[in-house]
T-cell receptor
């Protein structure tokens, strides 16, 4: 079965420090990987995606993510956290062999950046 | 370019009633997907429509249904509402093409409360 795991429900980091939000997946075959962010009472906003090529992908608002095929991980990172980064972050996977356009989401990680 | 528009944003219903939610995708987008978001279950895929046809369906009971119109606008309907149907319902659209990378653009959601 396809699954996405975000092992940490909550991540706290001090403003200015680097942040990491973890994601691992269990999906067979080729896939696309995504990170989305959700602010309170809002929909999901696309941050970045991995399709193919360079394992380090850069996205919006200074975020980046590293695809590690051997560890089946796609951790989200930012060198210096801002208070405005506080939000709910979702990792998502789209398996390609199904031909479908739906994403499998992790359960989300709430990031709190402490001033 | 206008984003994905969902209406209504908030609604309250009682058990046994039915509800219809509407989604207008980004202009030119032909694929519309629906997701249910709850604190306990996270984001769960409901169904996807493309060119007025349901292409993919998640694991939800038959009380949940949807349709897509020729202008790509979509509606979802939930009949015989249950307390557990209280959730944020998110609509997402994408431009499906050969080079489609599966990136979804989400609306702000319709928050349904069932009393």
């Amino acid at each position: 079965a396809q699954s996405v795991a975000q092992p940490e429900d909550q991540v706290n980091v001090a403003e200015g420090n680097p942040l990491t939000v973890k994601c691992t997946y269990s999906v067979s075959g080729n896939l696309y990987l995504f990170w989305y962010v959700q602010y309170p009472n809002r929909g999901l906003q696309f941050l970045l995606k991995y399709i193919t090529g360079d394992n380090l992908v850069k996205g919006s608002y200074g975020f980046e993510a590293e695809f590690n095929k051997s560890q089946t991980s796609f951790h989200l990172k930012k060198p210096s956290a801002l208070v405005s980064d506080s939000a709910l972050y979702f990792c998502a996977v789209r398996p390609l062999q199904t031909g479908a356009n739906n994403l499998f989401f992790g359960t989300g990680t709430r990031l709190t950046v402490i001033p | 370019k206008a984003g994905v528009t969902q209406t209504p944003r908030y609604l309250i219903k009682t058990r046994g009633q039915q509800v219809t939610l509407s989604c207008s995708p980004i202009s030119g987008h032909r694929s519309v997907s629906w997701y249910q978001q709850t604190p306990g279950q996270g984001l769960q895929f409901l169904f996807e429509y493309f060119s007025e046809t349901q292409r993919n369906k998640g694991n939800f009971p038959g009380r949940f249904s949807g349709r897509q119109f020729s202008n790509s606008r979509s509606e979802m309907n939930v009949s015989t509402l249950e307390l557990g149907d209280s959730a944020l319902y998110l609509c997402a659209s994408s431009f499906l093409a050969e080079t489609n990378t599966g990136e979804l653009f989400f609306g702000e959601g319709s928050r349904l409360t069932v009393l």
